[in-house]
């Protein structure tokens, strides 16, 4: 129904670059997260695939067919905007049937495909409501239904949930996911949250100041950072600088076997997850352990987050005990095998 | 309190509204009425049947000329001002501040000066003496005030209601008609009623460029206030007033509870 394919996309406003040589494949049916800090260019992406604005280079490719010199209204990508955008002077119903008059259809289609929708979004008899009178979800449903309605054949959402609270959120998420995998609709899904992307899809495409950074599943995203800047974005926070030598990377922490011989005598970065230090309280001197002092915590829920101050630098750890305390001395452990080398 | 307050409000309004009224209704109705007396010593129906039988045509012909004078003007003002005050409201261009201070001028210098001013400029462009001369004059505050509602109108717009209805499959010409005009309409009406009194109420730059040829409803009045008759001024006033009223509550109905812009 629809492959989306987006080559070397270039946007400036104006002489501004905005984004640059941006290139991203979505299968048919599959939803894609494209993430992002606020400011990255990701509605500027969206609009450009939605033809509401025109790329300075790069093609856009709707099942191997170029639409990039198509009007937006000509291409079979719809568009729903982070604000609801209902038309005022319109019912629900109205709301909805608004691009299926635009195409044309009878009012007898309209009206069923309208029935059908709203059950789907699961908006059944608020069809005569006054857009003022709807809660924010429900308008936000609204905005959903009628894009879904047109069953376009590529569905752009720009972050459709940055305006509920955190339980219309999650509720809204469960909507879009099940509808999206009903209907197969291939579907960019536009957030800043990194949470929201690792949860909504089975790909993600980081986006840091209008540059691709990383495509990968989440696990990859976040396991596998490609750089330091996209570990940074998914809160890591560590970083170790060391040099390769056969076989070891050599840095102030200790050394770290790996497997991958390369670059032998290179400086490299490397960083490890918060949550994969292991921290011992017990003062007894451990094999492999590193003493640090704890500078201060916090209480995040599940687990608490303390900065160690450890001879060699200072490293974040998120660990799951409680009762540290600031100035409490502290063993830490950084597991080889968590240490991620970036490339050089 | 503040029940008493609310039940005050609506016949506080009528009669603030409503005396400068009663008053002329009073003088038209008057037969003799002199100083010191607070009421006409006679009453009578002179000045109506003056207004409506002996002065009737002369009458009849200024509301005429009035209504198409003001509606002229008030229709071109909202075209012209609208994709006007789309560009002012919506985008940054230099040259921007400028317009605003363009425009205000013609509000500022008083419509005596800008009519003498255009006058010689009309004679020589066979305007002066015509309806296109007088809609034209009205024109140059009447525009710059539609421009000015509609502007404020623009920049509470959110441009991305027209782009969701492309999205959506609108073309361009239908998102404008079928998006962009229901949405401004209220400040639409707004601007094209302003515009319609402005025109409406115009004395001085209708006598000067429609050189007397052109007798809006101001002009006869005050042709009819020169000869001192004090009753039939007064029911020429309420002719004159009333068609205003009329519309103003007609828009007033026709707005009701809608704000001016289009919601963001
Ligand atoms: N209409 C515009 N004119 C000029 N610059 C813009 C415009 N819209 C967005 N930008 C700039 O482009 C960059 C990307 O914006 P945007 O695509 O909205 O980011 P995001 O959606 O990721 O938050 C930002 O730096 C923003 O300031
Ligand atoms: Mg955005």
Known sequence: MGALSLKNLTIHYGRQPVVADFDLDIRDGEMVSLLGPSGAGKTTILKVVAGLLAPTRGAILIDGQAVTDLPPEKRDAVMIFQKPLLFPFMNVQQNIAFGLKMRGDSGDRRARAVAHILALTRLDGLGRRKVHELSGGQQQRVALARALVLEPAILLMDEPLSNLDANLRQEMRELILGIQSELGITTLFVTHDQAEALMMSQRVALLLEGRLRQVGSPRELYHRPADPDVARFFGGDNFIQGRMRDGVFETDFGPFPVEAVSGNGHRRTATIRPEDIQLVTDTGDQPDHLPGTVKRTRFEGMATRAWVSCPSGELVVLTPRSGLSAGQAVQLRLPPEKIRIFPD | ?264
Request: glycine share 8%; aromatic share 12%.
């Open chain 2, 1 to 264: 309190m503040r029940a008493l307050g609310t039940r005050l409000l609506a016949p506080a309004i009528l009669v603030a509204v409503g005396l400068p009224f009663a008053t002329l209704g009073v003088w038209s109705l008057a037969e003799r009425w002199f100083f010191p007396d607070l009421w006409p010593q006679a009453w009578g129906l002179r000045a109506w049947r003056y207004v409506f039988a002996t002065a009737g045509g002369q009458v009849a012909a200024a509301l005429v000329q009035s209504v198409a004078v003001a509606t002229a003007t008030s229709l071109v003002s909202v075209v012209v001002a609208l994709p006007a005050a789309r560009a002012l409201g919506l985008y940054d261009f230099r040259g921007k501040d400028t317009i605003s201070v363009l425009l205000t001028l013609p509000v500022i210098v008083p419509p005596l000066s800008v009519a003498m001013g255009l006058h010689l400029w009309f004679i020589r462009l066979g305007l002066a003496e015509t309806f296109v001369g007088v809609v034209a004059v009205h024109l140059t505050f009447c525009l710059p005030y539609a421009v000015f509602v509609l502007w404020g109108v623009f920049s509470n717009y959110n441009p991305d209601f027209e782009s969701q209805a492309r999205s959506l499959g609108a073309s361009q010409l239908r998102v404008w008609r079928q998006v962009m005009l229901p949405m401004v309409m209220p400040g639409l009406i707004v601007a094209g009623l302003f515009a319609f009194l402005l025109s409406w109420s115009q004395y001085l730059s209708t006598l000067i460029i429609g050189g007397g040829r052109l007798t809006t409803l101001p002009v006869l009045l005050f042709a009819l206030m020169g000869s001192g008759d004090r009753p039939v001024a007064a029911a020429v006033s309420i002719v004159f007033v009333l068609p205003a009223f009329v519309a103003l509550l007609f828009s007033a109905r026709h707005l009701g509870g809608q704000s001016l812009a289009g919601v963001r």
